[in-house]
């Protein structure tokens, strides 16, 4: 017994060897594909680095390039900037400088209208002040004007008794003209001279100075009417027309050189002569 159990010692000592060199083997095994692993991850990283790395540097050199535009832009976008500033500043002077003067003008138009509007208000008072005065003139007038018309003398004509108002002088004919009963044609005629007067013609046959007197012929209607041996400030009348308006004739005054002044009166719808129109 003793014989065989001597060896037992020397063959576990190799299965333990065994063991120990084998787990170094798959140790060894395990680290190099760990190595391996680590290495193939390391290079892949060195990879992606090296791209990240050349990105970079094409992000930068791109970076680099477009800040050298945006520079260059800035540049010319501050000069343009400043060129327009400077435009606007002068278009704004020019602005403010003629609205200056359009103030300037509407002040001096403000000034004047009101110069205006105070010479009209003061004319309008003059107006409302002579208004009155004509107003009291009218009166005086209208009153003067019926007491002249009072004076006048009324004499009864030559046809069929007709009476009206005669002038005896120009200023009495004027009265008569105010009146505007009737329309007035002063004249002065000497003798042998035919002259159309209003609508008719006069021709003075002959005249008396010392006795007052007359003789005129009346050409009315392609007709003489002879007004003979007639004194001054008689109403000698007439008819004409085809409406047969009366007709009014008077001598105020005998000339030294056969003449005769006076005036004919037709109503206010007689024809009118053509020199009148």
């Known amino acids: 017994m003793s014989e065989f159990d ?28 760990w190595t391996y692993v680590l290495s193939s991850r390391l290079s892949r990283q060195q990879t992606a680095l090296t791209a990240a790395n050349d990105q970079n540097t094409k992000l930068a050199a791109e ?15 501050g000069q343009s900037l400043g060129l327009t500033q ?31 509007v105070t010479a ?19 009166a005086k007038t209208q009153s003067d004007l019926a007491t002249a018309v009072g004076q006048l003398t009324s004499m009864r004509g030559d046809v069929d008794g007709h009476s009206s108002l005669i002038a005896r002088n120009h200023d009495e004919l004027e009265v008569l003209k105010h009146k505007g009963d009737r329309n007035y044609y ?6 042998g001279q035919k002259k159309p007067v209003s609508t008719v013609s006069l021709e003075l046959k002959k005249s008396d100075q010392k006795k007052s ?28 027309g085809k409406d047969r308006m009366l007709y009014e004739l008077v001598v105020n005054s005998i000339g030294s050189k056969n003449q005769i002044t006076g005036y004919i009166s037709t109503p206010k719808n007689a024809p009118v002569p053509p020199t009148i129109q």
């Open 6 to 33: 001597s060896p037992a010692p020397s063959r576990s000592i190799s299965g333990a060897l065994i063991g120990v060199v084998a787990a170094a083997f798959l140790l060894a095994v395990g680290g190099l594909i």
């Open 63 to 77: 970076l680099r390039e477009t800040n050298a535009r945006l520079k260059v832009t800035t540049e010319q976008l």
């Open 86 to 116: 400077k435009q606007l500043e002068s278009r704004a002077q020019e602005i403010l400088t003629r609205e200056q003067a359009d103030s300037r003008r509407l002040e001096s138009a403000q000034k004047a209208t009101n110069q205006q």
């Open 120 to 138: 009209v208000s003061s004319a309008v008072t003059d107006v409302k002040t002579d208004v009155g005065g004509v107003k009291t003139d009218v």
């Open 186 to 191: 002063e004249f002065t005629l000497a003798k």
């Open 213 to 240: 007197r007359f003789t005129v012929d009346v050409y009315a209607d392609d007709i003489k009417v002879e007004k003979k041996d007639k004194n001054i400030n008689e109403p000698l009348q007439f008819y004409t």
